[in-house]
């Protein structure tokens, strides 16, 4: 059975860090590109960042560049997110999520078939 | 970036009833959209991906159609289990991936 937990959540300062942590198990993590997508409380789903299977290839969404690194260990079967320089609106429940590796005309990114249950990040001071 | 246009924000319908979502895309996504499920306190669930192609597990009653710009999730006929939120979401032109903001199917 494939799943996803995500942990590391909790109450940051504004300019303060946090590194959430998704242990994967039940499939094999290192075919996977994996994802982190947010959703802040009563909004709808924002994507963060993807990472390739190998972690070598990584992506992010402009709200997060420069202060959130995404990365893996693919003999833990885990995925991170560091985030940095923190801010209120970081404040959100974050998911992990397993890329399906449907494959487009351009790329094998983009559908996730499955999901952790999520951790909750407030940054309030 | 994509900005993805769901309406209508609200569905109210009765269990039986047929229900139909629609996702507008600002621009070609050709068939690259899935659609997600949200309950609430839970993660998304992926029902239809690349347009029309069911997820593993999702029941037939669950159908998607489109392309390009305008696509169509349609619920055959309301189970009790299907009142949730949906969302859609294209995987084109990223990133960003981006998601629309969502139709809440109520009773």
């Known amino acids: 059975e494939v799943q996803l937990l995500e942990s590391g959540g909790g109450l940051a300062q504004p300019g303060g860090s946090l590194r959430l942590s998704c242990a994967a198990s039940?499939?094999?993590?290192?075919?996977?590109?994996m994802s982190w997508v947010r959703q802040a409380p009563g909004k709808g789903l924002e994507w963060v960042s993807a990472?390739?299977?190998?972690?070598?290839?990584?992506y992010y969404a402009d709200s997060v560049k420069g202060r959130f690194t995404i990365s893996r260990d693919n003999s833990k079967n885990t995925l991170y997110l560091q985030m940095n320089s923190l801010r209120a609106d970081d404040s959100a429940v974050y998911y992990c999520?397993?890329?399906?590796?449907?494959?487009?005309?351009?790329?094998?990114?983009?559908?996730?078939?499955?999901w952790g249950p999520g951790t909750l990040v407030t940054v309030s001071s | 970036e994509i900005v993805l246009t769901q309406s209508p924000g609200t569905l109210s319908l009765s269990p039986g009833e047929r229900a139909t979502l629609s996702c507008r895309a600002s621009?070609?996504?050709?068939?690259?959209l899935a659609w997600y499920q949200q309950k609430p306190g839970q993660a998304p669930r992926l029902l239809i991906y690349?347009?029309?192609d069911r997820a593993s597990g999702i029941p037939p009653r669950f159908s998607g159609s489109g392309s390009g710009t305008d696509f169509t999730l349609t619920i055959s006929s309301l189970e009790p289990e299907d009142f949730a939120v949906y969302y859609c979401?294209?995987?084109?032109?990223?990133?960003?991936?981006?998601f629309g903001g969502g139709t809440k199917v109520e009773i």
């Open positions: 690349d347009a029309s």
């Open positions: 999520a397993r890329d399906a590796g449907f494959c487009s005309s351009n790329s094998c990114y983009g559908v996730w078939d499955y």
């Open positions: 990472t390739s299977s190998s972690g070598g290839n990584t």
């Open positions: 039940g499939f094999t993590y290192i075919h996977h590109p």
């Open positions: 621009q070609s996504v050709s068939k690259y």
């Open positions: 979401q294209q995987r084109t032109n990223w990133p960003p991936f981006t």
